[in-house]
């Protein structure tokens, strides 16, 4: 039997997406006729890794939908710490909880763990790879900040290169008309070429600068990011990029009024404090918009009826491939029971847990 899973938001029609918004603003105009919505519903949150919103924000989301939550924070509290695979966990937690929400450091480990689950799986984020929850918290504080999700000016900031919520956001969003966006890094921090693909093959416009400053007076949107250390094969790499942009009430005076400043968060140094006191900082406003996202996403993932399916392309098992990359969950010696499973997209081999080409 096929589950609705959230692997990534790329796997959502457009008309499922703006469904999922659409019921984030009902839920979050009329919490009310929510509050009874997964009563006798337990959700499991597996955090492998820290969070503070994510796991949280599902934890809430859960509660207010009157459904209880289970689960670990430190995996080292598990059994995890005595050796246990993610096949083994999953398989066993699918069998105490009606969904499961996971994070993991491991690339492509949100597929790996669907394939052993009986009951939906959300990915809270899998390596540096996909963070969908995240961008739907980013297009849902879009809709109900902007009113709409086309025709904007999209400024990107900071760890364009590692930023999985960068490249969620840029894809999401390029699917909608009149969209441009505006790259600002530094050149070692650049968004990878795929991403530029998918920019061209859109048709939207984008350019790439190195000062944001000389970006930010044309602005509809601004989207900040943490340069992310635990990212960084060494601390000399990651000391050459930390501080080289900072928002300050000095560039923010040159944005337009109606510019809205975003942030996944957490945050260390790239906002100053005094920017948090301007109406157009939305990123604490962003982060609650986030748990009204993921009441919406619990609702239709958890309801029996409908079309509501996130689906992924059948893949192929093929024992002459492997996937390349060193981060993908194929090539953990302790996940070594997993099936090789790659797919076909325009001629070309992907590893069907983290997407490289193979
Ligand atoms: N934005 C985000 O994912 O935050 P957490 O790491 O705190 O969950």
Known sequence: MKHKNLIDLEYMTKDELEQTIRLAGVIKQRPDVYKHAC??????????????????????????????????????????????????TIAVVSGYADIIA?????????KAASLYSDVPLI????????????????????????????????????????????????????????????????????VPDYIKDILNKSGCEYTEINNLKDAISDLDVLYMTR?????????????????????????????????????????????????????????FKQAQYGMYGRMALIVLL?????????DMPDPIESKEHRCPNPKCITNDPQQFYL??????????????????EV
Do not use: W
């Open 102 to 110: 996971m994070r993991h450091p491991i690339e492509g480990s949100a």
């Open 227 to 283: 340069i992310q250390r635990e990212r960084f094969a060494t601390e000399e790499e990651y000391e050459k990029q930390k501080g080289v942009f900072v928002l300050d009430m000095d560039k923010l005076s040159l944005a337009k009024e109606d510019m809205i400043i975003l942030h996944p968060l957490p945050r260390v140094d790239e906002i100053t404090i005094e920017v948090d006191d301007d109406p157009r900082a939305c990123y």
């Open 39 to 88: 009563d006798g519903k337990i959700m499991a949150t597996l955090f492998y890794e820290p969070s503070t919103r994510t796991q949280m924000s599902f934890q809430t989301a859960m509660m207010r939908l009157g459904g209880k939550t289970i689960g670990f924070d430190n995996p080292m509290n598990s059994s995890v710490a005595k050796g246990e695979n993610l096949k083994d």
């Open 339 to 356: 099936p090789k499973n790659f797919y076909k997209k325009n001629g070309r081999v992907f590893c069907d847990y983290c997407d490289y």
């Open 302 to 310: 958890l309801r029996e009826e409908g079309s509501f399916l996130f």
């Open 123 to 190: 990915n809270c984020g899998d390596g540096g790879h996909f963070h969908p929850t995240q961008t739907l918290t980013d297009v849902v504080t879009l809709s109900f900040e902007k009113g709409r999700l086309d025709n904007l000016k999209i400024g990107l900031c900071g760890d364009l290169l590692n930023g999985r919520t960068v490249h969620s956001l840029i894809k999401t969003m390029s699917h909608f008309e009149g969209n441009s966006f505006v790259l600002i890094s530094t050149k070692e921090l650049t």
